[in-house]
C-alpha cells in the first residue's frame, strides 16, 4: 500500500466527517470479547494511523471513556448526535495513535486486515482468509509491521513518549 492515499469517513447522521490523510500504519481485525461487545458484531476493523494525520472535516466529536481490556481505559470519539464512534485511543499510547473504526470509511472495502487478533475468542463461524496473519492473542510489532510503518513508529516515539498499543 503506497503512502500517498486518502480516506474520508463519517458518521451515520453526517455531522462529523473526517479524512485519513495517509494509508493507515496497519490494520487489526479484533476477534476480543471487548470489541465483539463494543460492536455488537463479532469483530472491529481497526486502522491505527497517527492523530495528525486524522483531519476533521465537519463537526466535533464527544469522548467518551470507556473501560478497556488492559485496565488502562480507552477514550472513544463519538458523534455527538448520532453516537456512532469513529476512533479510539488506548490509554497506554495517549492521544499519538487513533484507531481509526474502518466501517466508518467511505470506502471500508480499501482498508481490509493486515493481520487478526485475538483469535482465540473468534466466532467459531468466522472463517479467516488464508494469507493473512492470524494470531490468538496480540503480537510482536515488530515481525508483523511492513518497514515503513515501524519507520514511522519510531518517528512516533521521537515526538511522543508512546507506549505499545493496547
Ligand atoms: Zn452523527
Ligand atoms: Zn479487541
Not at 1 to 11: A, H, I, S, V
Not at 68 to 95: E, H
Request: glycine residues 8%; proline residues 8%.
Amino acid at each position: 500500500m503506497t503512502d500517498n492515499q486518502t480516506f474520508e469517513g463519517r458518521c451515520t447522521c453526517g455531522e462529523v466527517r473526517y479524512r485519513m490523510t495517509t494509508a493507515p500504519l496497519f490494520v487489526h481485525c479484533c476477534h476480543c470479547r471487548w470489541c465483539q461487545r463494543e460492536t455488537g458484531s463479532a469483530f472491529v476493523l481497526n486502522a491505527m494511523i497517527e492523530a495528525e494525520r486524522v483531519e476533521l472535516l465537519a463537526g466535533t466529536p464527544v469522548v467518551i471513556d470507556t473501560p478497556s481490556n488492559s485496565g488502562k481505559g480507552q477514550k472513544i470519539a463519538r458523534c455527538p448526535t448520532c453516537q456512532v464512534a469513529l476512533w479510539s485511543n488506548y490509554g497506554g499510547g495517549g492521544d499519538a495513535v487513533r484507531f481509526v473504526r474502518v466501517g466508518t470509511l467511505l470506502e471500508p472495502d480499501r482498508l481490509p486486515p493486515d493481520i487478526h487478533i485475538y483469535t482465540s475468542t473468534k466466532q467459531p463461524w468466522v472463517i479467516l482468509p488464508p494469507g493473512t496473519p492470524a494470531v490468538a492473542e496480540f503480537y510482536d510489532l515488530e515481525k508483523y509491521w511492513p518497514a515503513a510503518s515501524l519507520e514511522r513508529r519510531v518517528a512516533l516515539r521521537a515526538r511522543r513518549n508512546v507506549t505499545r498499543p493496547a
